[in-house]
Nanobody, 130 residues
């Protein structure tokens, strides 16, 4: 496991953009070897998948609700994963969590299991106003 810290959450108007970062520390070897994901939890709802990126950034699994608007990326040299969020909607309001997957893989369209992610950040708040 690694320690993960999210940053970049803020208040933004609908239609705006925001970039989240997740910095890893501790076992950085695991970070560079495994898939990384973003999840979110809106008020009154359970935690849901946003996107997962495989170990080298070549395969990505996006939730349908964010396809075409959000982009996940990673920089293994910096031990950091990013989430670029464009065309934000009020329904994107949530706490966004970074997580490390125990495997290197991200399969487009696959259902991600929270139990497959062994390390979690504490989250960063994103609020989108109308």
């Amino acid at each position: 496991q690694v320690q993960l810290v999210e940053s970049g959450g803020s208040l933004v108007q609908a239609g705006g953009s925001l970039r989240l970062s997740c910095a890893a520390s501790g076992d950085t070897f695991s970070f560079s070897s495994n898939a990384m994901g973003w999840f979110r939890q809106a008020p009154g709802k359970g935690r849901e998948l946003v996107a997962v990126i495989n170990w080298n950034g070549q395969s990505i699994n996006y939730a349908d609700s964010v396809k075409g608007r959000f982009t996940i990326s990673r920089d293994n040299a910096k031990n950091t994963v990013y989430l670029q969020m464009n065309s934000l909607k009020p329904e994107d309001t949530a706490v966004y969590f970074c997580a490390a997957k125990k495997s290197p893989w991200a399969v487009p369209g696959a259902t991600e299991r929270e139990t497959d992610f062994t390390s979690w950040g504490r989250g960063t708040q994103v609020t989108v106003s109308s």
